[in-house]
């Protein structure tokens, strides 16, 4: 097929993201009215006018994760999974968004990478784009109890990053998927912050999920780590976990 069709462009955009180690990669319609006041509420028209988003999934390290339960008040744990996250996998997803957005301009299309996390609200909630709302109409996974995206065989341990764009991807289905009776992530929250409702796309995250007690939990944990991590409802779904026991630290 030749260069600079849409077919082509697709292609070149999933060559990105396998050469630079992406778990997965999709591409969303952004164009359902619901979907653009979501986007909206947060990044203001000038994002909501893109009709589509790529979505970049990196999955974390297990060895990491599967201390959280147990140990996510522990300074080397919290601090290893801290900076595991928010020093180098969304720097790195930063850098994946901008080849993604750099190969669309180049095409001549308008792309914006958006940051895997810079909160834009006062409370620092927020972001200007809900890159779990992407990577859920990119069929990368659904949005779980714990209101994370919890994708087939690694569950939640995954980070996102998302570009949207005015060219004329292909898109993928969402799943057709959901938690079933599960509710393992709501009863090890030890901040108490979920409800154990299953996703609706029609109610709040107020419905699911108290934030405020999310963060103050996490705040007091950075009395004793540190840092302000907890991670538990990362590691304790089934979607992730691995068979294999994991290596753990001494109680």
Same mark, same amino acid.
């Given at each position: ?99 993604? $957005?750099? =190969?669309?301009?180049? *095409?001549?299309?308008? @792309? !914006? ?6 909160? &834009? ?91 405020? $007690?999310? =963060?103050?939990?996490? *705040?007091?944990?950075? @009395? !004793? ?6 991670? &538990? ?19």
């Amino acid at each position: 097929m030749s260069a600079g069709t849409p077919a082509a462009l697709d292609e070149r955009l999933r060559r990105i993201g396998e050469h630079l180690g992406t778990y997965r990669v999709g591409v969303a319609d952004m164009t359902a009215p619901a979907v653009q006041a979501a986007v909206r509420e947060h990044g203001g028209s000038w994002l909501a006018a893109f009709p589509r988003a790529v979505s970049l999934a990196f999955r974390l390290q297990d060895a990491i994760v599967d201390q959280l339960p147990r140990h996510h008040r522990s300074p080397a744990v919290a601090r290893t999974y801290s900076f595991h996250i928010y020093s180098s996998v969304n720097d790195y997803l930063d850098e994946m968004a901008l080849h993604v $957005a750099r =190969a669309i301009q180049e *095409e001549g299309h308008a @792309a !914006v990478p958006v940051p895997a996390s810079l909160p &834009v609200d006062a409370d620092g909630f927020s972001g200007a784009l809900s890159h779990k709302l992407a990577a859920n109409l990119a069929g990368l996974g659904w949005i779980g109890r714990s209101c994370l995206l919890v994708a087939p065989k690694v569950g939640p341990r995954l980070r996102l990053v998302t570009v949207l764009t005015d060219a004329p991807l292909a898109t993928d289905a969402p799943l057709d998927r959901d938690c079933g009776s599960c509710t393992e992530c709501v009863e090890a929250c030890p901040a108490g912050a979920f409800s154990g409702k299953a996703f609706d796309p029609a109610e709040p995250r107020s419905a699911r999920m108290d934030v405020q $007690a999310c =963060a103050d939990y996490r *705040e007091a944990a950075k @009395a !004793v780590s540190g840092v302000t991590i907890c991670g &538990v409802c990362v590691a304790v779904c089934p979607h992730g976990r691995r068979s294999r026991r994991a290596a753990t630290l001494p109680a």
